[in-house]
C-alpha cells in the first residue's frame, strides 16, 4: 500500500486518529503499532513517520496504559477522575498523532494541522467524559461497564478503518464529530435535569429537641 493519498484522505485519516485519541488514546497508539508490526496495516510511505508506534518500547508502555484505561474506565466515578487526569494528556497526544500524518515538508501545515488535531481530541474527550458523567447518575455499574467496552471495540474497528479506506477516514471523523457534539448536547441537558431535581428537593427538617 505505497499509493499517494490526496489532501481529502490526508485530513480524513487525521481528523479521524485526532477524535478516536480523544477517546481512548493509548488504545489507538496500541492498535496502530501492532497492526503495523505484525503487517496487518501497511501504511504509504507518507505516513511512515506513524512507523514509530510499532516499537517495541512504545507499544509496552501503551499497552500498560491502555491496560490500566481499560478498567479504570469501567468503574463508577473512577472513569470520570480518569477522564479528568487526561484533560491534558489526550488532546497533546492526539496533536501529536496528527503531526505524524501531516507532510513534514510544509510546516505551516504542520503547525495547523497540530492545533486543530490537539482541538479535536479534546472536542472528543469533552463529549465522552460528559456523557460518562451522565452514566455516572445510574446507581448500578453494568451501564459503565458496556458503555466503556462499546467504546473499546468501536475506537477499534473505527481506527482501522480510516487506515485501511482513507477514503472512508473522512466520513469516519464527520461520524465521529457529530456524535460527539450530540454526546455533548444531551449530556448537559440530562445534568441540567439533575441539578435542577436536587435544588428543587426540600431541605430536611432539623430535629426537634
Known sequence: MTESLGIVEILGIAGSV??????????????????????VLPLPEHLQS????????????????AFMEFFADKVLWLDSLWDTVHTFIRPVGGALLTLAVIDPADPATQAIAFILGGGASLLAHGGKASARA???????????????????????????????????????ALVLLVLTLALMVLAWRVLRRVVLRVQDEPAPSAPKS
Open 50 to 65: 506513524l512507523q514509530v508506534l510499532a516499537n517495541p518500547w512504545v507499544m509496552g508502555v501503551a499497552g500498560l496504559a
Open 134 to 172: 451522565v452514566v455516572n447518575t445510574s446507581p448500578e455499574p453494568f451501564s459503565n461497564v458496556a458503555v466503556s467496552t462499546l467504546e473499546d471495540v468501536a475506537t477499534t474497528g473505527l481506527l482501522y478503518l480510516a487506515y485501511t479506506n482513507p477514503v472512508a477516514a473522512g466520513a469516519v
Open 18 to 39: 485526532s477524535l478516536l485519541s480523544g477517546w481512548r488514546l493509548y488504545l489507538t497508539a496500541l492498535a496502530t503499532g501492532l497492526a503495523m508490526h505484525f503487517q
